[in-house]
């Protein structure tokens, strides 16, 4: 579903041109998780912003579903991001003045459900990733790995098709990175979400079903992962819904 | 409800920040009302002043006396209901600097031409009587503890020696806008005394005549009559409304009061300096944040809007509570300030302004922070953190 | 034990980084800063100006318990008199000027607006009494005649007084023959005629004063003995500097408490700025404020830091504040003086002690401003910074 085709992009750093991506093309079908690797300054990075439409090429076209979201306007990709992606970052990136339930209901601002839907919605969200009982814990008051699953339950909330995470566990101790790890792959196995990472750690790169390494801007080749055993899915006792 | 919620705890998300801008308005807001309030002060006589009442002096200035012979032609005017007269007095009350004007009427014509100023009839009638008696205002009574009764003694300086009277009566203004900063006291008794203190420019003469007219339509064209009664003779005459009298004072000061108005201006540019880098310091701290929020889908209007709304709040906020504590410190300060500002009152159209500044305040101070924020590029804002 | 200090050029180069911040908060306080300078330069320029009107040797005698000319009142007998006394320098002629203070309403020329303006009869040797004063454009005007000569600010500030133009009063048409400069003292506000022309039209019998010369300025003291201790002269004497300084008292002290007052209430707000600003940069700096303690610094120099950082702020603020109030004194302000009901042109003097003053009153923001969060920067604790947040 995600097609880019001959996708360049260089950045401006101090006064220079720098060529970061040059001539990508990539396929991702729908309900993949993706891993992307590589050294730093390979493009990793910016390759997932370009997906997200949070970043525009220079060149080339990136089709998703259908619609080339490199000729879209700013007000147009914003929209489109709202309702088909969903975004982890490595710091959570939470606001730190709302509660964990504001933070997840923050996307649902953009919609038009009622507020009762809203918070029905929210609630499922967060029970979900198992923080039903912190709704009301602001973001110092959470552990790292806490956080981050208030970051999930925010990316799923507007039940996008994408969902992006640049180094999510990146700033989180062994276990919680695996627990992280484990509920995305519960996310794309039981819920179809097709979830592109980028990360630096092979370990974490287990998890998904495909790698592509990148380098200097160019892809090479994409190795299939063995995928985990199902019993390292999201803890028993919760249900998961495909769709809100 | 959320996003207001957010907004709200984004002001106070720096405790400190907040209560000192806060304060800073509240500073700031205050300084120009009560600045506005002394312009309002200096206007004040022109604002007491009716247009049924007429003011005819000489015509060379205010300084050069009228003869008052000049009362029985003016009289005759058609148009002119009733006539008074009074000289500025201008002596000294213990020391110079318990400043308050002091007249010396036609007593009886005089409180019936300004009827804002009210007396009992008991002291009306003691007054009248007595030709040493004085009767002065509430404000001089509050400021220097004078009750009725008591002796007054004046410094004569236009009219040298030391004069004594004795407090008849205390009048009280009408309205909170009428003046109660004067002394009044009997043209007879003056006149009677330069004629034996031997003063020969100050017998026979006035300062100024008050001219009641009927129709107040009709003021300019009556006052032209009055002074070509005049013209060509030793003591030629101008006669203006009052209002156009007592203006003509404020004009003479006027640059210190042009002063004061842009003095005034100044302190809200200072406090817009001041906001204006809070709410820059504020953007780029939470640059990280309005980055995350455009990649959820806001618009950048939106994030600019966060900013904007935000900077409004704590101006506005700032500014009603400058504004309310405006009154009280307004009361204090004229009670200070004594009989130098006769009447010290807030205007409504202050506090109008007052809450206006503050909004424009608040709105200037954001309007390049929240360009800038609803610029960010989302991926070198989401670098920032 | 000695402290080292943090190298100043740390402070200032802080200041530089954050480039708006700093501009938005010295902007704040040069504005406070120029008006607490302008409020002291503008008293004094009324000061200068009233002060420069006065000769050391010229006495002004008048009424007892006059306080300006126009009150006064004296018989040309006691004139006579005055003129006769042995302190009265005499060359040829007794050098002593009989005159006549009124004040007339003449229309403003910007704003069309009437004020008072002083008229001054004199004697000829009233000219020579005032040494600073001298002719700009035209001639004096000639004894006996209904010639009037206006000072340099009466022409700038009102309309129909200049040359070859008249004016109307007492009767009678006044030609203005020449032009004054007082030397920027309270003459250039004046307008000079003949003593016994403008007694005549305004029909008055006695004088407003007798300005005289002192063979000796030592001489003063006995003049003013002499005078209490005559019986029939109701006349009291005083320096000509004294006696106008006196007529400024009044606007001098509502200038200086009105000006000095508004700085304070405002130096309020920029010191609420210094504040917010230096408290950001300490809470921004807190992993380099743990370094330079780690490094050896001690607290006293992190506090020293911040503080000069405040302070250079301040300056900043106060010299834009202080360049901005000098350019003022290109403006000439023109009031009427509360206790001589005359219109009086004055400016904006800037002297090194306003100057210093202003600065110190800069420094002294900032310092107010800058204490609470350098004392806060000094007690961060080494480990707590250093850790991540």
Redesign the interface.
């Known amino acids: 579903m995600i097609e880019l085709r001959h996708v360049s992009k260089r950045y401006k750093r101090g006064g220079q041109l720098v060529p970061v991506l040059h001539d990508l093309s990539l396929c991702v079908a729908r309900g993949e998780f993706l891993a992307l690797m590589g050294p730093s300054g390979s493009g990793k990075s910016t390759l997932l ?1 370009l997906i ?1 439409g ?2 525009r090429p220079d060149s080339g076209e990136i089709l998703i579903d259908g619609q080339d979201i490199a000729r879209m306007n ?2 147009e990709l ?2 489109w ?3 088909h992606v969903g ?1 982890i ?1 490595q ?1 959570y ?1 939470l ?4 509660t964990a339930f ?1 933070n997840v ?3 649902l ?2 919609t038009s459900l009622s ?1 009762a839907a809203k918070k029905a919605r929210v609630l499922k969200a967060l029970t979900m990733v198992g923080l039903a009982d912190r709704l009301d814990h602001t973001p110092s008051e959470l552990s790292g790995g806490q956080q981050q699953r208030v970051a999930i339950a ?1 990316a799923l909330i507007t039940d996008p098709s994408i969902i992006v995470a640049d180094e999510p566990t990146g700033d989180l101790d062994r276990q919680s990175a695996h627990d992280i790890l484990v509920m995305l792959s519960g996310l794309n196995r039981e819920m179809g979400k097709t979830i592109l990472m980028v990360t630096h750690d092979p370990k974490a790169a287990e998890h998904a079903l495909r790698i592509v390494h990148l380098e200097k801007g160019q892809l090479e080749a994409g190795i299939a992962a063995v995928p985990l055993t199902p019993a390292a899915s999201v803890a028993p006792t919760q249900k998961t819904d495909a769709h809100f | 409800m959320l996003i207001f919620n957010l907004l709200l705890r984004n002001v106070w998300r720096h405790k400190g920040r907040a209560a000192l801008t806060f304060l800073g308005l509240l500073v700031a807001t205050l300084a120009f009302g009560l600045l506005s309030t002394v312009v309002s002060a200096w206007y004040a006589g022109a604002e007491g002043a009716s247009n049924a009442r007429l003011i005819t002096r000489n015509s060379i200035s205010l300084v050069f006396p009228l003869p008052i012979s000049h009362a029985e032609r003016i009289r005759q005017v058609d148009g002119v209901s009733s006539l008074s007269w009074a000289n500025w007095f201008g002596g000294i009350y213990k020391e110079p600097k318990n400043f308050f004007p002091q007249f010396a009427i036609q007593p009886e014509s005089y409180l019936n031409a300004y009827p804002e100023y009210l007396l009992t009839e008991a002291e009306r009638t003691d007054f009248l009587r007595d030709r040493r008696a004085v009767v002065i205002g509430r404000k001089i009574a509050n400021s220097y503890g004078l009750k009725v009764g008591d002796n007054l003694t004046l410094k004569g300086t236009i009219y040298p020696g030391d004069w004594e009277f004795q407090v008849a009566g205390i009048y009280e203004g009408r309205q909170t806008s009428t003046d109660t900063a004067q002394l009044f006291f009997h043209w007879d008794y003056l006149n009677e005394e330069a004629k034996r203190r031997n003063l020969p420019r100050a017998q026979n003469t006035t300062g100024v005549f008050i001219v009641q007219i009927a129709e107040p339509a009709r003021a300019a064209e009556i006052s032209l009559q009055i002074d070509s009664l005049f013209r060509n003779s030793a003591y030629e005459t101008l006669t203006e409304t009052e209002k156009a009298f007592q203006l003509g004072f404020v004009a003479m000061t006027e640059a210190i009061v042009v002063a004061i108005q842009i003095v005034s201006y100044v302190v809200i540019l200072i406090i817009m300096a001041v906001m204006a880098n809070t709410m820059a310091m504020t953007a780029r701290e939470r640059t990280g944040e309005y980055a995350t929020l455009k990649a959820l889908g806001f618009s950048p209007q939106f994030v600019a809007g966060l900013i904007t709304a935000e900077s409004l709040m704590l101006a506005v906020f700032g500014g009603i509570a400058g504004a309310v504590i405006t009154f009280p410190v307004a009361r204090t300060f004229g009670d200070a300030m004594g009989t130098i500002f006769p009447v010290f009152e807030v205007a409504s159209q202050t506090t109008v302004m007052q809450l206006i500044l503050a909004l424009i305040v608040g709105l200037v101070a954001s309007v390049i922070p929240a360009w800038r924020v609803s610029r960010i590029r989302i991926v070198e804002g989401l670098r920032a953190i | 034990m000695t402290i080292t200090a943090v190298p100043l050029h740390y402070s200032l180069r802080n200041l530089w980084v954050r480039r708006v911040t700093t501009l938005l908060t010295a902007g704040g306080m040069a504005l406070v800063v120029f008006v607490f300078a302008t409020s002291l330069m503008l008293d004094a320029g009324l000061k200068r100006t009233l002060v420069a009107t006065g000769e050391p040797d010229n006495v002004i005698v008048s009424r007892k318990g006059s306080t300006t000319e126009v009150q006064s009142a004296v018989e040309r007998s006691q004139a006579a008199v005055i003129a006769a006394l042995p302190e009265v320098a005499v060359i040829g002629e007794p050098l002593a000027s009989r005159e006549i203070v009124m004040l007339i309403s003449l229309a403003k020329k910007q704003s069309g607006k009437v004020s008072n303006a002083m008229i001054r009869g004199m004697e000829q040797t009233g000219v020579t009494l005032r040494r600073k004063v001298s002719l700009m454009e035209g001639r004096m005007f000639r004894p006996g005649s209904n010639e009037i000569v206006v000072g340099r600010s009466v022409r700038a500030q009102f309309a129909g007084v200049e040359l070859g133009e008249s004016l109307f009063f007492g009767g009678r048409q006044w030609y203005v023959v020449g032009v004054i400069d007082g030397a920027r003292s309270g003459f250039d506000s004046e307008i000079w005629g003949d003593v016994n022309s403008l007694m005549q039209s305004f029909r008055r019998n006695a004088y407003s004063s007798i300005v005289i010369r002192l063979t000796d300025p030592q001489h003063y003291d006995t003049l003013v003995d002499r005078l209490n201790n005559d019986p029939r002269i109701t006349l009291a004497a005083k320096r000509e500097a004294d006696y106008y300084a006196e007529q400024s008292a009044g606007l001098s002290r509502f200038i200086q408490i009105l000006g000095l007052t508004l700085a304070g209430i405002f130096s309020v707000g920029a010191i609420i700025g210094a504040t917010i600003t230096m408290q950001a940069a300490v809470a921004s700096r807190t992993a380099e404020i743990g370094t330079l303690r780690a490094l050896g610094f001690q607290r006293q120099s992190i506090l020293l830091a911040f503080l000069a950082e405040a302070v250079g702020l301040a300056l900043l603020g106060a010299v834009v504040g202080l360049m901005l109030a000098a350019m003022m004194q290109w403006v000439e302000f023109s009031t009427t003086n509360f206790q001589s009901f005359s219109e009086l042109a004055f400016g904006f003097e800037l002297s090194l002690g306003i100057a210093l003053a202003s600065l110190a009153f800069g420094v002294a923001m900032g310092v107010a401003g800058g204490m609470v969060p350098a004392i806060r920067a000094a007690r961060i604790g080494i480990v707590e910074a250093l850790r991540c947040n």
């Open positions: 912003n997200a949070i970043d700013e007000s914003a929209r991001r709202a309702q975004f970052f710091f990136n606001i730190p003045v709302l504001e209901a923050l996307p601002q953009l507020e925010r």
